[in-house]
């Protein structure tokens, strides 16, 4: 990072903090919110795994334009948990929609999904991994997630918000790096959450690692007393105002979705992956990189505003492409190299986020996008994610100024201060 791109992330971060105090505007002038909730508890011994979903969990209500949701485990006393300790996994909020009139305790619900593109599956409004404390999560202006429109739920119900924590109590494990990859040998698991049988084939991932199992801890840990964690989040919001405010589509695409290219109709998004050892001869070449690639369909195109990829220890960077090859954003791991919470040593502690010049790119209706994700092949790592998010906005008609700053060709950011890169390898690694 330049010192000067330093100095202007520091003033910038200052500025905000100052002028949230004082009440910060943003969208236009309107007063943006900020708030700070805690999930329910979540007890965890030394090797133990916590995968719960929350149901109605603390969140802003109302008709609201999200700005934000930023969130980090913390124990009872509201100190940050570092990662060695425990692992975040990943966090996913997600709005539902419930019954008013309950029937039987039970609560009747009806999804409500963001835009695609896995199916069911990567349903979430925003959900990150270890990598939560240090990733930019701002949806900029004049753009937000539109949520509790009052005209939006069905008959009969209304909006409620889930949240999802995967973490994975790593003190005195006996292989750290081993349980946080979900090795199936260390969990001791021979049936998956749901009863099935782990195929033999199946060496690691969250088949292993699910809530309640418990990964191999050294000798004298073993037992340990539970201790209360939370996940602790903010939410930044504004009021909604169909005139400040331009609504966006959340999109989650996965590198391990190969229905397109197979011919299928239906997506098979497999959420993760195992990156083998390179082989000999690529060691020797110096080229021991996993690369992985895939094709998905957007069906409703429009401005990218924001896009950031998701990558776990291990990943050296993730890149999404329109169909002619064209750059869309270029994301990459920020990796610890202390003990305190926020810099881990080892640890995928960030990601780099993408914040386009408005309106500079673009996708079309159906346009079939390329997702490239790479890991170092270093060793075999089991349950590895090669996700992109990315939010997408109706066209909008910008002032022209914005529009002619600056070449189509460079990737450009607006987020902390406006500055481009021209990446290295635009022209197609994939033509
Ligand atoms: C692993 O599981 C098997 C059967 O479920 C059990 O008998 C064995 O004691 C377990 N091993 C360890 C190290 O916990
Ligand atoms: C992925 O690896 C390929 C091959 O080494 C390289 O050309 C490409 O730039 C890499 N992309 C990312 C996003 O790291």
């Known amino acids: 990072m330049s010192p000067l791109f330093l100095v202007l992330l520091i003033t910038f971060t200052s500025a905000t903090t100052q002028a949230l105090a004082g009440g910060a505007r943003s969208g236009h002038g309107r007063l943006l919110k900020s708030r700070t909730y805690l999930s329910p508890p979540i007890s965890l011994r030394p090797g133990s795994v916590s995968n719960k979903w929350y149901s109605d969990v603390a969140f802003p209500r109302g008709h609201l334009a999200l700005k934000s949701f930023n969130g980090e485990v913390v124990d009872a006393r509201g100190a940050p948990v570092p990662l060695h300790e425990t692992y975040l996994h990943h966090w996913l909020v997600a709005p539902y929609y419930a019954a008013t009139t309950s029937g ?68 005195g494990a006996a292989d750290r790096a081993g349980c946080t990859e979900c090795r199936c040998d260390l969990y001791n698991v021979t049936v998956d959450e749901d009863g099935r049988r782990i195929g033999a084939g199946y060496a690691g991932g969250t088949h292993c690692c699910y809530d309640q199992t418990r990964c191999a801890v050294e000798g004298g840990f073993g037992g340990g007393e539970p201790r209360e964690l939370f996940l602790r989040y903010t939410v930044m919001w504004l009021d909604w105002s169909d005139a400040a405010v331009v609504p966006v589509m959340i999109y989650i695409l996965d590198v391990t979705d190969t229905a397109l290219l197979e011919g299928k109709s239906e997506p098979e998004c497999k959420l993760e992956y195992t990156v083998e050892e390179c082989s000999p001869e690529s060691r020797a070449r110096n080229d021991c990189v996993d690369v992985k690639v895939t094709k998905e369909v957007l069906p409703r195109g429009g401005d990218v505003v924001y896009a950031v990829g998701h990558q776990h220890a291990g990943g050296v960077g993730t890149s999404l492409h329109g169909e002619d090859g064209r ?105």
């Open 104 to 171: 039987g305790g039970e609560e009747r619900r009806r999804q409500r999904p963001n835009a695609g593109v896995c199916g069911g599956l990567l349903g979430q409004y925003f959900g990150l991994g270890a990598e939560t404390r240090r990733t930019a999560t701002w949806v900029p202006d004049p753009y937000g997630v539109e949520i509790g429109n009052p005209e939006a739920p069905p008959e009969g119900y209304e909006e409620r918000w889930s949240l999802n924590v995967h973490a994975i109590d790593t003190r």
């Open 327 to 431: 750059l869309l954003c270029w994301s990459t791991p920020t990796y610890g190299d202390g003990e305190e919470a926020g810099n881990e040593a080892g640890y995928v502690v960030g990601m780099s986020s993408c914040y386009p010049e408005p309106g500079t790119v673009k996708v079309r209706d159906g346009e079939a996008l390329t997702v490239v994700s790479n890991y170092t092949g270093e060793r075999r790592r089991t349950g590895v994610m090669g996700h992109f998010y990315i939010l997408v906005a109706d066209e909008q008609e910008l002032p022209a100024p914005t529009k002619q700053q600056r070449p189509s060709s460079s990737l450009c950011f607006s987020f902390p201060v406006p500055w481009c890169v021209v990446p290295p390898w635009v022209s197609g690694y994939l033509q």
